[in-house]
């Protein structure tokens, strides 16, 4: 099943106060007699929003405030005493879809000219690498060795090796349960797999004794037994398996991504959608809404910033996630994740120990329907903002890097390394679902210093991860099927 809005839109209605008029109707009823119903402008000597320099998101708070206290120099009235807070954030991300339309409909998306894509580094072309066989693939994992090659699983279940050409599905895989956006998940080599052979999956598993008790993230790891074309996963071992009682009946927001801590292979992370549940990612007695980290046996790191907490998970890193479904370290060992928001919500956040990330008391997205949901400032909210670096102060919320606004449904994220692409290498390249594009990052400490759309309408990105070839894999589904970007110039592209 797709992520449908509808169905998000449904389950987010339920719990979100929605104050009556959508973003839409404020912009109608307010603003359009200045700025025009496109944002183009022109009453009352408004200038055009429609530029690029506009839709810097550090004017984000600007263009808040000015809404809320007004331009009186310049004729606009202020707000504030008829509009609330969260109804002014909702006229930013109208505004900031008005300016992402505008500038779709001037600059259009990366095409390939005879199969060639120019970026600002690279050329490249997108080959095909499996296309018959899959079905809903979530992601995908190279493995190293004679009996090498790409792990993919797919949501309903199946869990398949490709090489050599030929797709083979591995049998003795754990049952997983297809509900909603949940199944089958995620796929991660342990970092010494070449000696420990340990391949670990990441799944929505039923609850364990009664079926009807919904499901919850579930992490396992067993090894691969190869005999002849056969292939199973064998010598299983529980990793994380939440408390019985706090399986979850809805079909949302599972996450699930894995990642190695690049400077000590034994701590592995992980994330768990809040499930439909938002209030719950600010409960440290709950595992959904948060981002995990376990050793690679399963057991829990003395360093973890919950142990001892009462009653606390205390395989719990980060929480006031709503669903992290990217997540991968930089070349600079730092973890980042992509959330995937409610609309205009998406955020990558840099991912540091006992940090509150804010869903949902605050958030950069609006509900579903248009209508107002918060703002995304932690001091409308009476919280602190905390800093990147040093200390959290109490109660403080850690604030994304960067927020896609509109979102692009964040999905999965990989780091581009080795030769194919020698200027990409270290640059972070996250994929969207809805967005079905590309997004190159590049961080430098802590802070985003280029963001470039290397893909657009390319199918909804699953996953995203650098082969051994130095080629970036992209897992899509809708069409189902995996490709691979390559550099334009490789030998394997010219036939
Ligand atoms: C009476 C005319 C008028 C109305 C009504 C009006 N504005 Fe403005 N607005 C202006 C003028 C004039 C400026 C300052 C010049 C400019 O930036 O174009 C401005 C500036 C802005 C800016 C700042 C842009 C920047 O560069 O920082 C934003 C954002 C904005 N308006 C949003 C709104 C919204 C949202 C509404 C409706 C709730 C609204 N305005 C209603 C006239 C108006």
């Not at 009352?44 to 506009?54: H, S, V, Y």
């Not at 263009?63 to 109804?87: H, R, S, W, Y």
């Not at 759309?453 to 051994?468: F, K, S």
Request: hydrophobic residues 35%.
């Amino acid at each position: 099943m797709k992520i449908n809005p509808v169905v998000c839109a449904l389950a987010a209605g339920i719990a979100m106060p929605v104050l009556g008029q959508s973003a839409e109707q404020l912009w109608a009823r307010n603003c359009i007699q200045c700025h025009a119903e496109d944002g183009r402008g022109g009453g009352a000597g408004t200038r055009t929003l429609l530029t690029r320099e506009l839709m810097d998101q550090a004017l984000d708070r600007q263009f808040f405030d000015k809404i809320k206290n007004g331009v009186p120099d310049m004729g606009m009235v202020a707000f504030k005493e008829t509009l609330k807070d969260e109804q002014i954030w909702a006229l930013v991300v109208h505004i900031r879809e008005l300016q992402a339309a505008a500038d779709r409909k001037a600059n259009g998306s990366p095409k390939a000219v005879n199969g060639v894509y120019t970026s600002k580094y690279h050329t490249f072309k997108l080959e095909t690498v499996i296309d018959k066989g899959l079905r809903t693939p979530w992601s995908a994992e190279w493995i190293p060795g004679e009996n090498g090659g790409l792990v993919v699983t797919n949501r309903g279940g199946p869990v398949m090796l490709w090489r050599k050409g030929t797709l083979t599905t591995i049998e003795g895989i754990p049952e997983s349960a297809e509900v909603g956006q949940g199944g089958m998940m995620d796929v991660a080599a342990h970092p010494d797999y070449a000696k420990n052979g340990w391949l670990y999956l990441a799944f929505a598993d039923p609850h364990p004794t009664q079926r009807n008790r919904g499901t919850m993230t579930r992490v396992v790891r067993g090894k691969l037994k190869f005999e002849g074309d056969k292939v199973s996963f064998t010598d299983m071992q529980n990793i994380f398996s939440a408390k019985p009682e706090h399986y979850l009946a809805t079909g949302l927001h599972f996450g699930v991504k894995l990642a190695f801590d690049p400077k000590d292979s034994s701590i592995l992370f992980f994330g768990i959608g809040e499930r439909g549940r938002m209030e719950m990612a600010q409960d440290l007695t709950r595992p959904n809404g948060k981002i995990h980290r376990v050793k690679d046996d399963g057991t829990v790191p003395a360093d973890n910033p919950f142990v001892g907490v009462k009653d606390a998970y205390p395989t719990i890193w980060s929480y006031g996630h709503r669903n992290p479904q990217g997540l991968a370290f930089d070349a600079n060992g730092d973890l980042f994740d992509t959330e995937h928001g409610p609309r205009g919500g998406d955020e990558f956040n840099l991912i540091l120990k006992g940090r509150n990330y804010g869903w949902p008391v605050v958030s950069f997205g609006i509900n579903y329907n248009d209508a107002p949901f918060r703002t995304p400032w932690p001091d409308t909210a009476g919280r602190k903002e905390a800093p990147h670096t040093g200390e959290a102060p109490q109660d403080a919320i850690t604030m994304p890097v960067y927020r896609w606004l509109p979102s692009i449904g964040a999905c999965g994220m990989g780091l581009a390394k080795g030769d194919a692409f020698p200027q990409w290498s270290g640059d972070l390249f996250a994929g969207g679902l809805s967005g079905s594009n590309i997004d190159r990052l590049r961080v430098r400490d802590g802070v985003l210093v280029e963001r470039e759309e290397i893909l657009h309408r390319i199918g909804r990105v699953r996953d995203v991860r650098t082969g051994p070839d130095g080629r970036i894999y992209i897992v899509l589904n809708d069409p189902d099927r995996v490709v691979a970007i390559t550099p334009a110039d490789s030998p394997a592209t010219k036939k």
